[in-house]
């Protein structure tokens, strides 16, 4: 073996480990915490309130077509809670009367492989208001991106939209299909 073959078997050789290594971090996938989401985001959400979930199990039609459009900050505390701040319009007609409500606090959890789980509520623990959104979400490996779909929303009886026909109990469960996208939110250039 001459002289100038060795160095040319040690870059083969850590190489092979480099690429060894990187193959087996990949193949474990992004590993994902609660603590992966800290600090604030900016969310936004489109989709619609298709009517009710009866007291029969089934969807019931509202009686007009219900879209929503929000933006929202949610400040995540690395521990699975966080506040929220939204403005937004349903059916073209502003919430909160256009202004921003920042009445509401929630509960998430995200998983080892990036999925998870965000529990939206209106008003103070003190004196919640009965409006509660459950979000699934997909949070990015370096936490700067969550995607989300809302599972379920329930409501007080009274703030059910009217339906064609059926009824709903108290709390009233609507019938949404609402997709989220979060970003984080960078503050002079750091995260």
Same mark, same amino acid.
């Given at each position: 073996?001459?002289?100038?073959?060795?160095?040319?078997?040690?870059?083969?050789?850590?190489?092979?480990?480099?690429?060894?290594?990187?193959?087996?971090?990949?193949?474990?996938?992004?590993?994902?915490?609660?603590?992966?989401?800290?600090?604030?985001?900016?969310?936004?959400?489109?989709?619609?309130?298709?009517?009710?979930?009866?007291?029969?199990?089934?969807?019931?039609?509202?009686?007009?077509?219900?879209?929503?459009?929000?933006? =929202?900050?949610?400040?995540? /505390? *690395?521990?699975?809670?966080?506040?929220?701040?939204? @403005?937004?319009? +349903? %059916?073209?007609?502003? $919430?909160?009367?256009?202004?921003?409500?920042?009445?509401?606090?929630?509960?998430?959890?995200?998983?080892?492989?990036?999925?998870?789980?965000?529990?939206?509520?209106?008003?103070?623990?003190?004196?919640?208001?009965?409006?509660?959104?459950?979000?699934?979400?997909?949070?990015?490996?370096?936490?700067?991106?969550?995607?989300?779909?809302?599972?379920?929303?329930?409501?007080?009886?009274?703030? =059910?939209?009217?339906?064609? /026909? *059926?009824?709903?109990?108290?709390?009233?469960?609507? @019938?949404?299909? +609402? %997709?989220?996208?979060? $970003?984080?939110?960078?503050?002079?250039?750091?995260?």
């Amino acid at each position: 073996m001459n002289v100038k073959s060795k160095p040319s078997i040690c870059v083969t050789a850590m190489a092979t480990v480099l690429l060894w290594w990187s193959g087996s971090a990949l193949a474990n996938g992004p590993t994902c915490s609660t603590e992966t989401l800290k600090g604030p985001y900016g969310f936004s959400a489109q989709g619609e309130i298709l009517g009710i979930i009866g007291t029969d199990g089934l969807v019931h039609y509202a009686k007009s077509r219900l879209l929503i459009n929000d933006v =929202a900050i949610v400040d995540f /505390d *690395g521990r699975g809670n966080f506040t929220r701040n939204d @403005a937004g319009n +349903i %059916g073209g007609l502003p $919430k909160s009367n256009g202004a921003f409500n920042n009445v509401q606090f929630g509960t998430y959890k995200v998983n080892s492989d990036c999925t998870g789980t965000m529990v939206i509520n209106y008003g103070t623990k003190a004196a919640p208001a009965g409006v509660t959104l459950t979000v699934q979400i997909a949070v990015s490996g370096d936490g700067t991106v969550v995607m989300g779909e809302m599972s379920s929303e329930t409501v007080p009886f009274a703030a =059910a939209p009217p339906t064609v /026909d *059926g009824t709903c109990g108290n709390p009233c469960s609507e @019938a949404v299909q +609402i %997709g989220f996208e979060g $970003k984080k939110v960078l503050v002079y250039g750091f995260r």
